[in-house]
């Protein structure tokens, strides 16, 4: 019986996005693959993937944060089999050489400071106590992540009520192309098609703006000549080029150079020299910065710069020469600029990965932002209608992201003290967002620091490149100075003390994967 509620129903029902096509493979379309079919592949949708051999992948994203952790729990990907078939390691943090000044080091770590004090005051403001009183100790001495790193030793979480090991956190460093073709196989076997081919053109409809289809030329055996591809919704992951959000629908893009200088990266891979590090390297060089990043079967390096201040030769020159292994691969040249796309979500075109914009790898969130991406793709699943308000929060919600992390990074460039070039002078005397001063101002009168509105990076990251660049607060809370300073140092001591012993118990690095998750 045709009743009117069964009409409403049928046309919601006509409604719904069902054919979605994903341009683009690599880390990005595969995550985006693999999330669609684990959520929507059984409920009656088509998802296709357009990828091509012939074009290749950026394929420098080999570090990660933890919430990559949450996206593979999501998936129901074992962990252990991940790491394997990745040829990944862990990591506990990131090592940071040279950024304050010459000679400088300090660790960004995963995880907390010190251990919850009674009147729920953030532990470095105790720290910040002793200091301002002259007593002087360490702050990375409250890290377990940090000790662990310095000692290469590595474990997961134990659930220990009170221990510092049930706070432990981590992330890990991989083979983002095996990465991509550990979720393909993921993905194909719960239903997505992959389609090989390139895109050659994509057509607009004049009246309402959307994209109605892709024209691919194909270069399977069986298929000859040109295809045209329709969906209802189209989701970018073509990469820097941004073949749909840019190239057909011309969406914008805000450039942020001015603040992020870098605009270059030479990447290439050597062989491994001894045991894997359990964190990635980044080191400060005359016009950027170098990274090594440690696989089980090889190491990932790359120096990005800006070619205002060097040349390719230059910088190419500088990595191969302090590379400590056997080069692999003959070095690749990425150009890029750091920004984001005035829309990420744009019609019935949704931008994932660097078609929506780019952050230079500098604290590893490339991957982070396509896994963000998805998570509010999926809470904010549209139907045909591409409604705005859903839209519209979207790109507000993906926008905050962008700027917040775009904030922590050039905290790392304002806070440098180097002398030695151009462009470190650049990056001292730039003028920076007024939200990042804020954070600084907050910081230097009273040792404050709040995580906004779920900011990516709290306040354990935000602490340790301040202070590890040597930008320190002039006063604390003032509640720790109800607390006598003797006892509190001796506090202080025990709680270092327990987590160096933590940092003890553990397994090295290598003997963890050797027992868990070794590759072939």
């Known amino acids: 019986m045709n009743t009117p509620q069964n009409a409403v129903n049928q046309a919601k029902n006509d409604n719904q996005v069902r054919d979605i096509l994903i341009v683009g493979g690599g880390t990005a379309g595969w995550m985006v693959a693999a999330a669609l079919a684990k959520n929507f592949g059984n409920k009656g949708r088509k998802i296709r993937l357009i990828e091509s051999e012939e074009i290749g992948t950026v394929g420098v994203g080999e570090a990660t944060i933890p919430f990559i952790r949450t996206f ?49 005051i953030p532990f470095h403001h105790y720290w910040l106590k002793l200091r301002n009183e002259g007593i002087e100790t360490n702050l990375s001495d409250y890290s377990l992540a940090i000790i662990a ?86 989701i970018d992951c073509s990469g820097f080029r941004g073949l749909l959000i840019e190239g057909a629908l011309h969406t914008g893009y805000e450039d942020w150079t001015h603040w992020l200088p870098c ?143 775009r904030d922590f990074l050039i905290l790392h460039y304002k806070l440098n003290q180097r002398t030695d070039s151009e462009f470190w002078m650049y990056c001292q005397n730039m003028a920076i967002p007024d939200f990042l001063q804020s954070k600084l101002d907050l910081y230097r009168s009273s040792g404050h620091i709040f995580r906004d509105n779920e900011e990516l990076f709290g306040i354990p990251s935000w602490l340790a490149v301040m202070e590890g660049q040597n930008f320190h607060a002039d006063g604390c809370h003032p509640l720790p100075d109800a607390r006598e300073s003797s006892r509190l140092h001796e506090h202080l001591l025990k709680i270092g003390s327990v987590i160096d012993r933590c940092a003890d118990s553990m397994p090295t690095h290598a003997e963890f994967i050797n027992k868990h998750c070794k590759a072939s």
């Open 72 to 120: 593979n729990q999501l998936l129901g990907i074992d962990e252990n089999e991940f790491v394997r078939e990745t040829k990944g390691t862990f990591k506990l943090g990131i090592e940071f050489n040279d950024w304050g000044k010459l000679g400088d080091s300090y660790i960004h770590p995963f995880g907390v400071y010190g251990s919850p004090m009674a009147d729920n």
């Open 149 to 234: 790193a310095k000692k290469e030793r590595f474990s997961r979480p134990v659930n220990i009520q009170n221990s510092p090991m049930a706070s432990l956190n981590y992330a890990f460093q991989f083979d983002s192309g095996l990465y991509a073709k550990f979720l393909r196989k993921f993905a194909e076997s719960r239903g997505v098609e992959r389609v090989e081919g390139k895109v050659s053109s994509v057509q607009v409809n004049q009246d309402t703006g959307y994209i109605d289809s892709v024209t691919m030329q194909n270069t399977s055996s069986d298929i000859a000549g040109s295809v045209k591809y329709h969906a209802d919704f189209y």
């Open 263 to 405: 605009d270059r990266a030479v990447a290439a891979p050597c062989a491994a020299n001894g045991e894997p590090l359990p964190y990635t390297r980044s080191t400060a060089r005359k016009a950027g910065w170098q990274w090594r990043i440690p696989l089980q079967h090889r190491t990932g390096n790359g120096h990005v710069f800006s070619s205002q201040y060097m040349s390719v030769d230059e910088a190419t020159s500088i990595l191969l020469n302090s590379l400590d292994g056997e080069l692999l691969a003959e070095p690749k040249v990425l150009t890029f600029q750091t920004g984001r796309r005035k829309k990420t979500w744009n019609k019935n075109c949704l931008a994932i990965g660097l078609s929506g914009g780019f952050m230079e790898p500098l604290e590893s969130t490339s991957i982070h932002l396509i896994q963000s991406a998805i998570a509010r793709l999926i809470s904010l699943f549209p139907d045909k209608d591409f409604n705005d308000a859903i839209v519209n929060r979207f790109n507000d919600e993906s926008k905050w992201e962008y700027e917040r992390i």
